[in-house]
């Protein structure tokens, strides 16, 4: 189970992601035929991008550490 944003892999796979939100793989499948989910395949496999799919986690990361009350 993954316990932290960094914990995910820059490219997951739908299964990976599935397991990360406790979705079904198949609903992350549909959602990604329905182009809800952002994904691109590379030599016959999906690949997620988790900053796509987590982008405000990601905007999070930036500047880590910092005072956000500060700005």
């Known amino acids: 189970m993954v316990r932290s944003f960094h914990e995910l892999p820059l490219l997951m796979t739908p299964k990976q992601l599935a397991d990360a939100t406790g979705e079904h793989v198949n609903s992350i ?12 395949k590379v030599d016959g496999r999906i ?24 700005r």
């Open 29 to 40: 499948r549909r959602s990604i035929a329905a182009g809800r989910i952002p994904a691109d």
């Open 47 to 70: 690949y997620i991008c988790r900053d796509l799919v987590f982008p405000n986690t990601a905007k999070g990361m930036v500047g880590h550490g910092d005072d956000a009350r500060a």
